[in-house]
Structure formats: C-alpha cells, structure tokens
Nanobody, 119 residues
Framework: QVQLVESGGGLVQPGGSLRLSCAAS????????MGWYRQAPGKQRELVAAITSGGITNYAESVKGRFTISRDNAKNTVYLQMNSLKPEDTAVYYCKMVVVTTTRTYDYWGQGTQVTVSS
C-alpha cells in the first residue's frame, strides 16, 4: 500500500508565498511523474505543475513564473513553491504520483490541502 501525505497549505495574503510538500510512503519501487493539481469550488480539477523522473517540468500558463515544482527522489517527496500568490490561486491542492510497486504501476493521490489567498 502506498500513501501520499501533503502539508503546507494555509491562509496567505495576496502577494505572499507558500510551500507545499507531498511525501509518499509504503511499498515503493520507484516513482515516475509527480504533479500538483488544484480544484476551486465549482470548477474542475486542473493541472498546476508536473515533473518527470528526469526533472523535466511543465506548468499551467496561469502559474508560470510564480510557482516552482521540485522533487527529492531520496525522500519520495515533491514540493510546490508558490510565490506572488493571487486570490484566484485559492483552491484545494492535490499531489499525484505515478508509483511503481512490486505488483503494479498506479496513480496515487494525496488527500488535498487547502490554500486560501485573501486579505
């Protein structure tokens, strides 16, 4: 069994910063892509940023230049540094990892962490 645990969400003023973390644990052989998604009330879940096992990244247009995704393979952890936050960044943020175990390759999701940008 694999579990993803997120941390780092909270309330921040516009222009502020937050750093999200997501750590995977369990019977992990390797992890391919890691990513962050978000879902605002009344909207569909959308990709925010992703990073491959080789370190190639891609970002949603709305966060380019403000957010940075990174990963620590030794810790099975992915990070999302969010700077210059805007009210429209308010959402529940979810991490996702493509995890290889001894029996299968599967997408695992974190439980979600609330990010609220408000003055």
């Amino acid at each position: 069994q694999v579990q993803l645990v997120e941390s780092g969400g909270g309330l921040v003023q516009p222009g502020g910063s937050l750093r999200l973390s997501c750590a995977a644990s369990g019977s992990i052989f390797s992890i391919y892509a890691m990513g962050w998604y978000r879902q605002a009330p009344g909207k569909q879940r959308e990709l925010v940023a992703a990073i491959t096992s080789g370190g190639i990244t891609n970002y949603a247009e709305s966060v380019k230049g403000r957010f940075t995704i990174s990963r620590d393979n030794a810790k099975n952890t992915v990070y999302l540094q969010m700077n210059s936050l805007k009210p429209e960044d308010t959402a529940v943020y979810y991490c996702k990892m493509v995890v290889v175990t001894t029996t299968r390759t599967y997408d695992y999701w974190g439980q979600g962490t609330q990010v609220t940008v408000s003055s």
